[in-house]
């Protein structure tokens, strides 16, 4: 990709369906992604296993947004390999100054232990990236975002793809044309990531999971 990209360009590319990876942090070249078949989180389908109920209820950790972004997102690329590179990190920290990005994190104590940022436009909430260093953190992010989402009129979680892990807490795939139908329909929502700020109790996720599944 040769033209320099914007906020507003990938602003843009997300309202039409597409999104941007890198081959690798240290490679500069940035490609735009249109898969055939799309992950979402059907926002009344996750799943909150014992376990992780068990964590829920426990609140061994604090839940923030946006505390501190950049920090989420360098977390999420600390791995051995990972599509975020210098470019895209910086995107991201811009669509966050401009309110379009977010990040749901927990922490323990002083420590960022977990964490999944995305972009948000019209009722969808897209989902770029996640990680855990302790026990269910990013499963705890999951569960406190897809609760907020609800809370604030989001209709579409797209996860980009679909892994083993998402599938176990819910995530389906739908054909590009389905996917494209409902973003269509989201976009056309004015949802407002912070027009319920509340953070509720681990208790309380469970209980509305439990009543919307």
Known sequence: MTTELT?????????????????????????WVDPQH????????FHISRSLAR????????????????ACVSACADREETWINDEIFSLYNALNEHGFAHSLEVWDQDALVGGVYGVTLGGAFFGESMFSRKR????????YLVDRLRRCGYVLFDTQFLTPHLASLGAIEIPRATYRAQLADALRVDAN????????????????????S
């Open 7 to 31: 906020p507003e360009i990938l602003l843009n590319a997300y309202a039409a369906g597409v999104f941007p990876m890198a081959e690798s942090r240290d490679n500069p070249e940035i490609f």
């Open 136 to 143: 269910d953190a990013s499963k705890i992010a999951l569960a």
């Open 38 to 45: 799309r992950g979402i989180f059907p926002l009344d389908g």
């Open 193 to 212: 990531f912070y027009s319920d700020a509340s953070v509720p109790s681990g208790a309380s996720i469970v209980q509305r999971n439990t009543q919307t």
């Open 55 to 70: 964590s829920l209820r426990k609140e061994s950790y604090q839940i923030h947004v946006n505390r501190d972004f950049a």
